[in-house]
Nanobody, 113 residues
Framework: VQLQASGGGLVQAGGSLRVSCSAS????????MAWFRQAPGKQRELVAR???????YVTESVKGRFTISRDNAKNTVYLQMNSQKPEDTAVYYC????????WGQGTQVTVSS
């Protein structure tokens, strides 16, 4: 399975951005998918995950601001990011919740203050 994240960019604090991740292969629809992020000098961390049936979880630091969704027909998972903060600056990656696919390149999100 290949993962391709896109949609990152530069946004001002308080702004919004939506990142997308498309996956090849037929296993996407059954997988619990997740978004992770890695800021400079920090470990990669889980941001949000979504089950095959749409049950979601978001980490406390983004609760109320970020929303994860998926379109199984398009093999795509999304992360809508609202009310962004400078501390959201990171490279964003998608993978299964258990990190079982090979990592793609990720997409850079930079939030300016």
């Amino acid at each position: 399975v290949q993962l391709q994240a896109s949609g990152g960019g530069l946004v001002q604090a308080g702004g919004s951005l939506r990142v997308s991740c498309s996956a090849s292969g037929s296993t996407f629809g059954r997988a619990v998918m997740a978004w992770f992020r890695q800021a400079p000098g920090k470990q990669r961390e889980l941001v949000a995950r979504i089950s095959s049936t749409g049950v979601t979880y978001v980490t406390e630091s983004v609760k109320g601001r970020f929303t994860i969704s998926r379109d199984n027909a398009k093999n795509t998972v999304y992360l809508q990011m609202n009310s962004q903060k400078p501390e959201d600056t990171a490279v964003y990656y998608c993978n299964t919740a258990t990190r079982s696919f090979s990592w793609g390149q990720g997409t850079q999100v930079t939030v300016s203050s």
